[in-house]
């Protein structure tokens, strides 16, 4: 353990150290599930917001979206649908930060999250097959990449955008967002929402509707 406490760069807290006790996380990043439409700008956002050179590149990203033919053993319709694979930052300390040989996971003061102090890392890789959802990703250049949280501003959450209105046509679904940062008790209520009776329309007719086109002569 460095004789130093590690500090956020931005803010300048004091993050807490390995071994301390910690409380758990408790708002978390949750997906509404086989709604993803695999647009990728929560990979972009995520990319950009933790490159320290504004780097677009979803590799560098630690939310990924992946192909899921079939999600909690029900078929997909037409084998197709995307799903998040998101961090579920797991009781503190996390798997991932329990095999780690250089205690290289500090925590967020604010969200509790586990993170990773790339100063400290010496890419030996033990998190990733410690983590139980595989959500620990390797950067083309062998750094491990981890959800921080944004230090409780997901930039992934902020980015994700509601689904559009042709995604299920001829059913009847709240367009909200896939992603969310929020308390268990507040996202199974989100999940649990009734879908808000909607015309299932064409785009054209929708910028007709608008007043954004005019039909021809």
Not at 121 to 142: N, R, W
Request: charged share 20%; glycine share 6%; net charge negative.
């Amino acid at each position: 353990m460095s004789n130093f406490p590690q500090k956020e760069l931005v803010t300048g807290a004091t993050w807490y150290a390995a071994g301390e006790e910690i409380p758990d996380v408790d708002r978390k990043l949750y997906a509404l599930q086989n709604q993803c439409t695999d647009c990728n700008v929560c990979e972009v956002a995520c990319s950009l917001i933790h490159s320290p050179v504004g780097e677009l590149n979803p590799l560098l990203s630690r939310v990924r979206i992946n192909h899921a033919p079939s999600v909690n053993s029900r078929k997909a319709v037409h084998d197709f649908g995307f799903v998040a694979a998101i961090c579920h930052h797991c009781g503190n300390p996390p798997p991932c930060a329990e095999v780690c040989p250089t205690d290289a996971f500090y925590y967020d003061p604010k969200t509790f999250a586990a993170i990773i102090a790339q100063d400290k890392c010496v890419q030996c890789m033990e998190c990733v097959p410690a983590c139980p959802f595989d959500v620990v990703f390797v950067a083309p250049d062998g750094e491990l990449l981890k959800c921080d949280l944004c230090g409780g501003e997901p930039a992934c959450v902020k980015a994700c955008a509601t689904r559009p209105e042709m995604n299920n046509a001829g059913k009847q679904y709240s367009r909200a967002a896939v992603l969310f940062y929020e308390d268990t008790k507040t996202f199974r209520g989100i999940v649990q929402q009734k879908p808000q009776k909607q015309d299932e329309v064409g785009i054209m007719q929708a910028m007709l509707d608008r007043g954004e086109i005019s039909s021809a002569a």
